[in-house]
């Protein structure tokens, strides 16, 4: 229906939107002429049109009278419904709004319609009177009723100029033209507008002068159109098929002769006529179709009349489910122990009243539909069962799939394959209760199978069976719901049996997580142990009467923990395709093979890889780029979105869907001119809160691998790239920041009001603050780079980071050693690598007096020049473009000092330096060169007291 709706409606606008116009022709002759021709074109397309419209209204009536009978019965069935039968007022509340919502959506806008049909109809009724005018005119018109209607037009003009004076005076504040009108109100067409000129809506003036205006030229139109049927009444032509004018072979020399008194020439006047009637002719149609389209309004206002008031209805009784789910609640089950027949009376006479059918009537809902409903379903699972073991045994040998996940496959396969099975009663069945179960066992299965799925992909072969156990119990419970809500179950029957079902079920759970739980996954450990929980606030709501509200709470966590095994097992799948697919096919392109070494070499360079990979440092955005999208980005927003989405799906098994869509709309922080948030604002926050941060990684990470693109060089020679990853940072969260704002419909005087009050306050407290982050922008933008060695009050270290408010540094023992910005940039340090990497050093040599100094320096020089084959990572340890010289430097108390003076890699230094003190030592022993130390010589005196 909505579609021939919508089809109607395109016709409409194409009848409406005939296009035609002439422009500016030589003259006035060659303008009728080509206006004629557009109007035949017009025409022609407009019967085409008008043929299609008129097929397709019959079929919209049909669907219109459809739509009414069926919302007759739906308002049978819920004025019939008792009170007591959660279930079925439940029902027949959400089928009742359903369908008035779904009317609405289909509504067409026929007001557009309308309006869009009288500028046409105004616009050809212009033009047929300008064509009439044109001299010689097309008829004599009689003296009098010239005069009467140019009278109306006057009062007409003089009304809108009344009313234009009016609606310019209240609206932009001028005085009234007329004084004397004042407080007699303004009488626009025959209606009375207010006493007072104040006092009348200045949008209520305009309203009436444009419904004047529009009246009058549709009544004019009516007229000519009125010519135009009795015309053609009045002819013998039973096909009543428009002609045009033909002109005549005698007339045709006029077009080239000159006109004369403004006349038009004979052939121009045939032409005239041609194009009136013609306009005549569309304008009759078009007046037609508005109103087919006025008639089509009618009906669908009196249609949406009464699906309004079954509509009311129905959301009256949604609000006593709602009271009777989440606040009334019922007696707690004592009471019912105390008062068991009574119970057991009320239940059995629902039953009865419910199931059985009369001896007259069968209904669909009741006696053999049941019971054939029962034996089908048992029906389809032993044949999707069958399929499925089946398929298995004869895959499973192929494939050699392991026999403890066999059962678990035919699970999975068996609901997949039920799922299929239960679409075709819900294709070709004409019975709403098949539909309805159908939907709900298919609904029930896909969890049982997302459940197993994910299982079977993260446990290992003795831990399946354990931890399916642990599981069991919430999807029997979860099945003994299902059952209750396609059987429509009265609420004195549930009373009875959900409470102590509820806790046998609890007390099944406990123990079998119990018993599992040293062998299964952690993460199943956690989630079973939280299912456990959920059972027990379920039964503890169940006994204290709120038996309702523990049903919803219990399918909420039951579709909750789909949702998480779904999410897991994403995970999972993840972190293997991590290992296998991203972190090997990086190795290979940097070549490194299997192949080439051992598989515990190997796996210890691969294990490496993934914990880089893990750090999301953007080094491999090329191969990452999908892995870092599902891990950062889609599972997070899921995860965030699963849990509106699991309260909307719980709410459905009372059909309260509409009643959630309230809940997560509605504002429950709404101050006036400053905030307004809702549940479902505050998701979407969440979700592009991971949005906006994988944006960020990835442009962070796209620069920076543009920016070292085909440069292997050394970590303290890359581009620095901080300051542009600072600003990139600073303008996605600005834009996460400024999408909040409008989010959450903070108002512009609210941002003023919020910022004036923090500039006073906080401006003095965040001054330090604003002065480092100010100088982290300074260093950033060429004085300091990560990865630089730097040399500040004595502390020597590799920059680590630079933020907005310090610098840290890593020490040459480990340690962090951070600076603030401002203290950084007021002190003078040295940068150790911002030229080349390498610092100058004196290494001291002693050697003792009466050593020969060259032969010394000719020694060392050739072996410390051992040095320069020696690197660090891809740069050598020695400046290769530097002399390693040996000078002379002092005169010591026991030596002849000398330096050994060379340029080393900084941040190599220790390491170097080390080295280069063991070649010295040991080029000074092989050469038998004494390497002095300071002595000192006892002289002991004796004095004659000793030798007595």
Partial sequence: M????????????????????????????????????????????????????????????????????????????????????????????????????????????????????????????????????????????????????????????KAVEQATAAYEAQKYGKQQIDSTTKGMGINIFGKQLGGDTSATSAEEIKKAMEAKQDSFMLEKAREIAKEVTDSA???????????????????????????????????????????????????????????????????????????????????????????????????????VIRNFSTYCSNASHDIKDKYTSNDTEDSDWKGTTIIGLVLSVFGLILLAAGIAIFFLKQYGKRKKLKSEFIPYYAISLTCFLFTILCTLPQIFASQNFLTMACSRLIEYVLL???????????????????????????????????????????????????????????????????????????????????????????????????????????????????????????????????????????????????????????????????????????????????????????????????????????????????????????????????????????????????????????????????????????????????LVNNLISIVVWSIYFIFILFLLQVPKSGISIVTAGLATGLGFAMRDMINNFFYGITLMTGRVRVGDFIECDGVRGKVESITYQSTQLITLDGCVVAFLNSTLFTKTFKNLTRNHGYELVKLPVGVAYGTDVEKVRKILEEKLSLLRSEKTGVKPNVDPSKQISVHFNDFGDSSVNLYAVMWILVENKFVIVSRAKELIYNALNENNIVIPFPQRDLHIITTPSDNK
């Fill in 2 to 157: 909505k579609k021939r709706l919508w089809s109607i409606f395109a016709i409409l606008f194409a009848i409406s939107a005939q296009v035609f116009a002439v422009l500016n022709e030589q003259n006035l002759d060659n303008t009728v002429s080509v206006l004629k021709a557009e109007l035949e074109k017009t025409y022609k397309e407009e019967t085409e049109m008008m043929a299609r419209y008129d097929s397709i209204n019959v079929q919209q009536h049909r669907e219109a009278l459809k739509t009414i009978q069926e919302s007759e019965k739906i308002a049978l069935m819920l004025y019939s419904q008792k009170q007591d039968y959660i279930f079925d007022m439940a029902y027949a509340c959400h089928e009742a709004t359903m369908q008035y919502h779904n009317f609405k959506k289909k509504r067409m806008p026929f007001d557009i319609s309308i309006k869009k049909l009288d500028n046409e109809i105004k616009r050809y009724t212009l033009l047929i009177e300008s064509l009439e005018s044109i001299s010689p005119r097309k008829k004599k018109f009689n003296i009098d009723s010239i005069r009467v209607a140019k009278m109306k037009e006057d009062s007409i003009k």
């Fill in 233 to 335: 009444n009045n002819t013998n032509n039973i096909n009543d098929t428009f002609r045009i004018p033909s002109i005549p072979k005698s007339a045709s020399r006029l077009f080239m002769t000159e006109l004369k008194d403004f006349r038009l020439s004979e052939a121009s006047q045939i032409e005239r006529d041609s194009c009136v009637a013609l306009s005549k002719k569309i304008l009759a149609n078009l007046i037609s179709v508005r109103d087919h389209i006025i008639k089509d309004k009618k009906l669908y206002e009196h249609v949406e009349s009464r699906l309004k008031n079954v509509n009311d209805y129905a959301l009256g009784r949604y609000e006593a489910i709602q009271q009777s789910i989440f606040t009334n609640g019922g007696n707690n089950y004592l009471s």
């Fill in 448 to 722: 049982i199978a997302a459940i197993t799925l994910s299982l079977v992909y993260r446990t290992k072969g003795d831990q399946i069976k354990s931890a399916f156990s642990c599981y069991f119990p919430i999807l029997m419970m979860g099945l003994v719901i299902i059952i209750f809500r396609i059987l429509f179950v009265p609420n004195n029957l549930v009373v009875i049996l959900f409470p102590p079902m509820l806790i046998l079920f609890t007390i099944w759970g406990f123990r079998s997580v119990k018993k599992h739980h040293a062998n299964i996954p952690k993460y199943d450990e956690i989630y079973a142990w939280i299912s456990l929980t959920i059972m027990t606030v379920a039964c503890v709501m169940a006994w204290l009467g709120y038996a309702l509200l523990a049903v919803e709470v219990f399918i909420w966590w039951l579709v909750q923990l789909t949702c998480v095994q779904a999410l897991t097992f994403a995970s999972e799948y993840m972190k293997a395709f991590e290992k296998d697919k991203v972190a090997k096919h990086i190795l290979n392109k940097n070549g490194i093979l299997e192949s080439s070494m051992t598989k515990e070499e190997y796996n210890n360079i691969l294990n490496k890889k993934i914990i880089e990979l893990q750090n999301n440092q953007g080094d491999n955005i090329t191969y990452t780029w999908f892995l870092d999208l599902v891990t950062m980005c889609l599972i997070p927003v899921a995860a965030v979105l699963s849990f509106l989405l699991c309260i909307y799906i719980a709410t459905d098994i009372f059909d309260l869907t509409a009643m959630c869509k309230d809940i997560f709309f509605t504002n429950f922080l709404d101050i006036e001119d400053l905030c307004q948030l809702s549940l479902f604002k505050l998701v979407v926050v969440l979700e592009f809160y991971f949005i906006f941060r994988f944006i960020s990684y990835l442009f962070r990470s796209v620069y920076k691998h543009w920016k070292l693109k085909n440069k292997q060089v050394h970590e303290i020679e890359r581009s620095n790239i901080t």
